[in-house]
């Protein structure tokens, strides 16, 4: 009890503190320090995206899917070194070791928590060889030039400070040949303005999308271009994320043992959140999502 009131409080206090940070990396690192593995809506796993939902049940299935979806579209391979920005909780990198099979995943965040709980659980799996989770910024990244295969960055580009200067770090690091896919959160062309957002679900798009990052899928794919890629492809695949993972959250929040895993707060946040379904629905179409690829040309 005394454990998941002190959650709690430290969950209030992060939220004060993102609302009213400045600095886009302070400000993530805090949203993401809120949600420790016991404070988050999958059931079976420490995922924190929204899935790929055809076929999926659960949001654990689903996320997991939306993992296979990034690794199949970048063409995993077992030589390869795989660079993951923006790793949460490190699920997607060990089930892609088991998967995939890539030499080596290098793991770089910007929250603290998520770094050590990732390295807790390599250590746990004898993995520390294999997988290197470390901090670092997507927009600086630690590591040379012309040093990884593939660069994938799972629902978390729309965070990077920016994302442009993100995709040009990305062409820095990748070997000439080598891919970049993300998984993202784009408006539609036309759609609500991003301040015009109500719902609750999905108010904190309007606290945690820099307008930098907030444009639709034309020009996304005209700033990788501008960054040096070439066949650019940014796919919708938003029918089969956004309204399959709003009829989750419905389900999960009439399952009693979400309800008993979960603290008061928690729950509580979660319920408010999705209380309006018809709102959420309606705003829903003004979101795209996005799986976007990119090649480093084998030639300059």
């Known amino acids: 009890m005394k454990s998941s009131l002190w959650q709690d409080l430290r969950m209030l206090g992060n939220l004060f503190l993102v609302r009213t940070t400045s600095d886009p990396e302070k400000k993530t690192a805090r949203l993401y320090e809120m949600y420790p593995p016991d404070r988050l809506v999958v059931e079976d796993t420490n995922y924190y995206n929204l899935g790929y939902w055809p076929g999926a049940t659960k949001l654990d299935e689903a996320a997991q899917a939306l993992a296979d979806e990034l690794a199949d579209t970048a063409g995993f391979k077992p030589d390869d070194t795989v660079l993951d920005v923006g790793f949460g909780y490190g699920d997607q990198d060990f089930h892609w070791i088991d998967k995939y099979g890539p030499s080596k995943i290098i793991g770089i965040n910007i929250t603290k928590v998520h770094i050590r709980i990732a390295t807790d659980r390599a250590r746990e799996r004898g993995l520390l060889d294999r997988i290197d989770f470390r901090e670092g910024s997507a927009t600086a990244i630690p590591l040379p030039d012309n040093s990884v295969d593939k660069v994938v960055a799972l629902e978390s580009a729309f965070h990077f400070d920016t994302r442009a200067d ?135």
């Open 166 to 300: 993100f995709f040009a770090e990305a062409y820095r690091v990748l070997r000439p040949g080598g891919v970049l896919v993300t998984a993202d959160i784009i408006p539609m062309e036309g759609g609500k303005p991003k301040a015009d957002i109500r719902s609750h679900a999905i108010k904190w798009i309007r606290v945690m999308i820099d307008d930098a990052n907030w444009y639709p899928r034309k020009k996304y794919g005209e700033i990788m271009e501008s960054k040096g890629f070439e066949g650019v492809e940014v796919r919708t695949i938003r029918d089969e994320v956004y309204e399959p993972w709003r009829e989750y959250h419905v389900r999960r929040l009439q399952d009693p043992t979400f309800k008993k895993r979960s603290s008061k707060l928690f729950y509580k946040m979660v319920a408010i959140a999705h209380r309006d379904q018809d709102l959420l629905t309606e705003e829903l179409k003004s979101l795209d999502y996005v799986v976007a690829s990119a090649r480093k040309p084998v030639e300059p």
